[in-house]
């Protein structure tokens, strides 16, 4: 299972996720050979066998912490998900 969905994260606006649960299919991340890689055609990623830590540091890893919340914020309201969360992360509550 695997679906795009708005959800809450402390104080933060709300942010666009792809939410995963343990049947979801992934690989394995090219870059650091550990982390899950994720595919969804709204989930926003220019290399498509990373994991988006690996590509957040490579890509945006020049960012301050406002020019990242500012360019999650755009990219959200674009209609991007911009993170990957677990079914049972989010299950059952209003934010995480």
């Known amino acids: ?8 994260i402390g104080n933060l606006p709300p ?5 995963v649960d343990k049947d ?3 690989s394995i991340c090219e870059n650091c050979c ?3 890689v994720y595919a969804h055609p709204r989930l926003l990623k220019a290399d498509k066998d990373w994991c988006l830590d690996c590509e957040d540091q ?9 020019e990242l919340a500012l360019w999650t914020k755009q990219k959200t309201d674009e209609g991007w998900a911009v993170m990957v969360v677990t079914q049972e992360n989010v299950q059952g509550r ?3």
């Open 58 to 66: 490579h890509y945006r890893g020049d960012m301050t912490d406002k």
């Open 24 to 26: 979801t299919p992934y």
């Open 34 to 36: 550990a982390k899950k």
């Open 94 to 96: 209003d934010s995480l």
């Open 1 to 8: 299972m695997q679906m795009i969905k708005m959800i809450k």
């Open 15 to 19: 942010i666009l996720a792809l939410i």
